[in-house]
């Protein structure tokens, strides 16, 4: 038995840039010189702010977004899927194993399908099953699985609401019998009181079926609440690395920190000011060089600031990893 | 001591194809100079429906009832009729920041013109003038090189700065009322920390009085004095902040608490509220969290009992109802 089930070794992801059609090609570098392990079974969590590229690190795990270098390979049971090299054979096995499950779950449905088509639709299309009784069968046990009855599965998603639509979503990505699961801002559009149970639903569905899940999230206290490992990106760079107590204890990152005070509390009484990072996240299209996190550093020293040090994570205690660079500086 | 707003018994209905939809239900509120009053609720409870009804900017479809009042400055904002007398408060007293600040500016005019021309209407001044004030808030709430983000389209801005263009002009007319609907929803956590911050400075600055709105507990933690909890087009809960949170009495406060993560500690479980928010068209009759109340007494669970707050300790009001379940 394999003990990781994802390996992303030195993963780029660029994407061409053109301002005009007369402007010089640009390679906006989205993702960068990754390198994570994802344990079968674990609840991996990926947090960053927008343009981050943490989305674009789960839709190139899945294979969606073309790889510039580097490797991300898949590990099943019996071989091993290379996505650099994989034929669109090899792809579609590949799809069986490893789903995604989208943000907003009003737009991720089609409002012309009855729940029980939109379950069975990836069924159908990877000629999973061979009759029609045995898509039933299979698409009603995984919409029992994710609490949805028989009454539901022959009406439209209009008719639900948002944390129902969201539980449709994980029964379509569920249905093909996945390993691996990408949940991208799955509970995002969510309000609180559903958040939870959806949360608790993924987590129950992980024991049951023995999941893998990369839950990919901006919302830190949800991330510290549901995953095991979680890593933290800026700019296309994995930052800090680590499990998630240890992480959430005692982070080391000036970026972490910053993350971390600035959820804003429950308790009234707690105003602890946040760590307020200075301006905002730069461009992709033109990162500072050197430490890319520099130009907000609160204490960068002499060296990052001239942007001399290469980024690159380095282990400060078992499993915690930081860049190497803002190890000096906080 | 008058309130710079006070609403009173406050109803609204849409007419649509499907019915008459009962939106707010009964509901009161104060609000002093120099204060937050944070309103939370899950979608469709009735937040920005409430907002809106202060400028009257719901849609054409909307029914006021008669007995509603909203009085700011002694005047009742819904019996205004005519387009100078809305004048008066859209953009005069009252401002209004949106949850997205992409959409709330117009992409094709630049930043400084939507400035100078809504301030111009609003005040006897020439352009130069409104020029001038612009960029001076524009300064004062952050945005480096206000000159020339004045001269640039809302798209060459970033998200946090397009949220802070839109706190400066909703500012430069002085108002005395600020409508924050959702301000932060849209923004990261560390521009989220740097809005938060700038509002309560504002708030100090200029002491107008600020409604609040956003569905996130820990965002009405840090900026609210007082704090209403909608469910469903009614108030069940209002009072100071620190008095709701820390010591909830109605079952949907607790709920809303207990489904939060809370990052201190890890180890509680989360516990969302059973069921499902009500279609408005299916609004259950007497009170309306009675279908997902997790100990309703018989009384509540034939929707008997009328919907009404009452006072259990000062300044600290919940629906009667709930009391006696909770």
Request: proline share 5%.
């Amino acid at each position: 038995m394999k003990e990781n089930i994802v390996s992303v070794n030195n993963l780029s992801v660029s994407f061409d840039y053109q301002e005009n059609f007369l402007s010089k090609k640009q390679k906006i570098k989205a993702v960068n010189n990754i390198n994570i392990k994802i344990k079968k079974g674990s609840f991996f969590g990926l947090v960053g702010e927008s343009g981050s590229g943490k989305t674009t690190l789960g839709r190139a795990i899945l294979g969606a977004n073309k790889i510039s270098s580097g490797n991300v390979i898949f590990h099943d049971d019996d071989r091993d899927f290379d996505l650099t090299t994989i034929t669109s054979k090899e792809m579609k096995e590949y799809r069986k194993k490893a789903q995604l499950i989208f943000q907003d779950p009003y737009a991720a449905l089609s409002p012309r399908m009855t729940v029980r088509d939109i379950i069975a639709e990836p069924l159908e299309v990877m000629k999973i099953t061979t009759s029609r009784e045995e898509t039933d069968e299979r698409v009603r046990d995984i919409a029992a699985k994710c609490r949805l009855n028989l009454e539901h599965l022959r009406r439209f998603p209009h008719a639900f609401s948002g944390g129902q639509r969201q539980r449709i979503s994980i029964a379509r990505a569920l249905v093909s019998n996945p390993k691996f699961i990408v949940a991208d801002e799955s509970v995002a559009a969510l309000d609180v009181s559903i958040q939870a149970d959806i949360l608790n639903l993924l987590k129950q569905l992980q024991q049951e079926l023995n999941l893998t899940y990369l839950f990919i999230s901006h919302d830190l206290s949800v991330v510290a609440h549901v995953c095991d490992i979680v890593a933290v990106m800026y700019l296309g760079h994995i930052v800090e690395m680590a499990p998630s107590r240890e992480l959430f204890s005692n982070p080391r990152h000036s970026y972490t920190k910053a993350l971390l005070s600035s959820i804003p509390s429950v308790d009234p009484e707690n105003k602890s000011k946040a760590i307020e990072l200075q301006g905002e996240i730069p461009s992709a299209m033109n990162p500072p060089s050197g430490c890319v996190f520099r130009t907000r550093c609160p204490n960068p020293t002499h060296d990052c600031k001239e942007g001399n040090i290469e980024m690159g994570l380095k282990e400060v205690s078992p499993n915690h990893w930081v860049d190497q660079c803002c190890v000096n500086c906080a | 001591m008058t309130h710079l707003l006070e609403i009173n018994n406050l109803d609204v209905k849409f007419d649509t194809d499907e019915g008459r939809i009962t939106a707010i239900d009964n509901v009161s509120l104060t609000l002093d100079q120099g204060k937050v009053l944070g309103i939370v609720g899950e979608s469709g409870s009735g937040k920005s429906v409430t907002a809106k009804s202060i400028m009257q900017l719901n849609p054409g479809n909307t029914i006021y009832n008669d007995n509603a009042e909203i009085i700011i400055d002694d005047e009742n904002v819904l019996k205004f009729t005519s387009k100078n007398d809305l004048k008066k408060i859209r953009g005069g007293k009252v401002s209004m920041i949106f949850q997205e600040p992409m959409a709330s500016f117009a992409p094709a005019i630049k930043i400084g013109s939507q400035m100078v021309e809504q301030l111009m209407i609003h005040k006897p001044l020439d352009k130069n003038k409104a020029k001038n004030i612009s960029i001076d808030m524009l300064n004062r709430v952050g945005i480096a090189d206000a000159e020339k983000r004045f001269n640039q389209y809302a798209f060459e801005l970033s998200g946090g700065m397009r949220q802070r263009a839109m706190i400066a002009m909703a500012l430069s007319t002085m108002p005395k009322l600020l409508l924050a609907d959702e301000p932060t929803t849209a923004l990261d956590v560390t521009i989220q920390a740097q809005v938060i911050n700038l509002i309560k400075d504002i708030i100090k600055e200029f002491n107008m009085g600020v409604i609040f709105i956003t569905h996130d507990l820990g965002v009405i933690a840090q900026v609210a004095d007082d704090v209403a909890v909608m469910y469903l087009g009614s108030v069940v809960e209002r009072g100071p902040v620190n008095e709701i949170l820390k010591n909830p009495k109605h079952p949907y406060t607790r709920g809303l608490l207990n489904a939060l993560p809370d990052i201190n500690n890890l180890d509680a479980p989360l516990t969302p509220i059973p069921g499902n928010i009500p279609s408005p068209l299916e609004r259950p009759t007497g009170c309306v969290f009675r279908t997902r109340c997790p100990n309703p007494t018989h009384d509540c669970r034939e929707g008997n009992i009328e919907m009404a707050l009452i006072e259990i300790s000062p300044g600290h009001w919940v629906d009667k109802c709930c009391i006696n379940c909770g």
